[in-house]
């Protein structure tokens, strides 16, 4: 290339490389850079988590119209109360089988849904009670505030709990399908044994 | 004699009575050893109590203090269903009033235990309103740095001795060419266009050069390439994207520090093509009773956006149907339409980490693109990862039909999923 020495070409290379990066690293991390075709990118189909001008709410994720029973679904039809707590305790039983897969499954859905507080020997001692959340009662060694050990809690009350909260702790239900509350709850008798 | 035993008597019993009055009242009020009482209230009340605020259950500093019936205090402490069940007037209001919910019974605590709780709720009650009465909060924000007017004072005073020194520097420059107008000399102007004929002579030359024209044309054309190159491989490829959310949810706090699993608020991810972002009812699980950061004396704004997204009044504890609105969080990862991606394929059936793919979520403040999703990113781990096929559930049909292909027995459509309703009705 004509009478170029080394060191020009590779002063060259190096304006170059430093150019690239200089160029290609003025990105602007707030928005989504150069579309093309962005209508092959924004769906005509909504998607769950999108908003949606057709309903009044303005959400996709819509409830399903009060008193329907979706198909596979296990109603619980116990009222959030003190009797409703008592009467699920005394009549409600699980209906799946204490195996060790679903005792295995229950574990992995204890440690997801429930050992940042309650700890993962269920001792009320996780992490998120590290970091100032009121502790829970141990299930083994704990009293309840609604009467009784909690190493004594039934199937029943376990779920009720489970289903609607109680004190500090919120509502599981949006999160735990009823056959996964059944398979925590085999855990959680487990655990009020240690 | 008489009379005056009479009256000794007498004023014997009223000394007697209030020096027992005294006793009982002191001991009441005096006798709980602060000290442990902490130790039985961490123990057993902080599950639903605050000294200073709300919990589930009032905030026991104000309460206790003012209320000094330490008799029924002890009892509603050691057995407040007992105290409900006798219809005892007091004890039914706060039943009701907290909506009917149930105290724990401590009949484990002894009337001592009681009174050393009392003590120390009243003692720490105390120690927080004299520190918050005490004007001493300046102090600790001088330690931490210079306070903003400072700083623009410094700004401003920088600034106006530059403007200073400029004006100055012109006065003399002025002073000067008069000092040598005066003795006819104009050396300066000379100067300035010599220099001005010298930078076109100079420009001029280089044009000719044509080694130079060829090297500037070069690097032009590369630079101008390679940025063409990159912005058209960019295209669409939305890697790095870190949009400002609504509510400023740090994951470095909740996923990182607490180590909450990604499922216990992106529960879809285990059973939906969808991650699902978490309803702000899983937000409440925890934030119905934390709404400030660890040790800070003042709600967060954050967490206050959570509360008047849902008409959440954190000192009633209720909620107003009639104020909510739903969060609207930014989309960050978004597929187009033409590519089909579904979660619960990948966590559940190739038992993937959610990190493979998002990246290290659990040390983000703000959350970015992580991978840049494009065909080539998801072909490439397509070739790369092997099947795990032992104890998959998710295979079994499969290999069994592979079983009987090799036993050589018939296999139907129906057995390969053929009747499912999606194979028709999609």
Known sequence: MLAMNKIKILGTTVIIIAATIIISSCKDKRSTGWEYAPNMYEHLAYDPDQKNDNFKDGKTAQVPPAGTTPIGFIRFDYANTKDGYEKAGLEYKDTIAASNQNLADGKILFQHFCSPCHGMSGQGDGLVVAHGFPAPPSYSKGQSSRGGAMKDLTDGKIYHTITYGVNAMGSYASQLEPNERMKVILYVHHLQTL | ?426
């Open chain 2, 1 to 426: 004699m008489r009379s005056f035993s009479l009256i000794f008597k007498q004023f014997s019993r009223s000394v007697l009575l209030i020096a027992g009055f005294a006793f009982l009242g002191s001991s009441a009020y005096a006798q709980g050893d602060a000290t442990k009482g902490e130790a039985i209230f961490k123990a057993n009340c902080t599950t639903c109590h605050k000294i200073d605020i709300r919990l589930i259950g009032p905030a026991l500093g104000p309460t206790v203090t003012s209320d000094t019936d330490d008799k029924w205090l002890t009892k509603w402490i050691e057995n407040n269903q007992a105290l409900i069940a006798a219809h005892d007037k007091k004890a039914l209001d706060i039943y009701n009033q907290y909506a009917q919910a149930n105290m724990t019974v401590f009949t484990q605590l002894s009337d001592g235990d009681v009174a050393n709780i009392l003590s120390y709720v009243r003692t720490a009650w105390k120690t927080q309103q004299t520190a918050a009465a005490k004007p001493g909060a300046s102090g600790p924000a001088a330690e931490t740095g210079p306070s903003d007017l400072v700083i623009y004072a410094l700004i401003g005073v920088i600034i106006l001795a530059f403007i200073i020194i400029l004006v100055l520097n012109k006065v003399v420059i002025t002073l000067e060419r008069l000092l040598e107008k005066n003795q006819g000399l104009f050396i300066e102007e000379v100067a300035v266009e010599k220099v001005a004929v010298d930078r076109f002579a100079f420009a001029r030359k280089l044009a000719k050069n044509k080694k130079f024209v060829f090297f500037t044309l070069l690097c032009g054309t590369l630079a101008l390439g390679s940025w063409t190159w990159i912005t058209m491989w960019n295209t669409n490829v939305h890697q790095g994207y870190q949009p400002v959310q609504p509510i400023k949810f740090p994951h470095d706090l909740h996923a990182g520090a607490m180590k909450i699993d990604c499922q216990y608020c992106h529960s879809g991810a285990y059973k939906s093509k969808n991650a699902s972002i978490p309803s702000l009812n899983v937000c409440m699980n925890c934030h119905k009773t934390i709404d400030r950061t660890l040790n800070s004396k003042t709600a967060s704004p954050e967490i206050k956006k959570i509360y008047d997204a849902l008409g959440y009044d954190p000192q009633t504890q209720k909620y107003d149907s009639t104020k909510t609105r739903p969060m609207q969080w930014i989309r960050i990862h978004n597929l187009p339409d033409f590519a089909y991606f579904n979660h619960s394929q990948h966590v559940k059936v190739a038992k993937l980490r959610c990190q493979t793919c998002h990246g290290p979520i659990e040390t983000m403040k703000e959350v970015y693109q992580y991978s840049p999703l494009t065909m080539k990113w998801c072909v490439q781990c397509h070739k790369r990862t092997n099947v795990d096929f032992k104890g998959n559930a998710y295979y079994t049909k499969m290999e069994a039909v592979h079983n009987l292909i090799k036993e050589g027995k018939p296999v139907t459509a129906a057995m390969m999923g053929g009747i499912e309703c999606g194979k028709c009705h999609y």
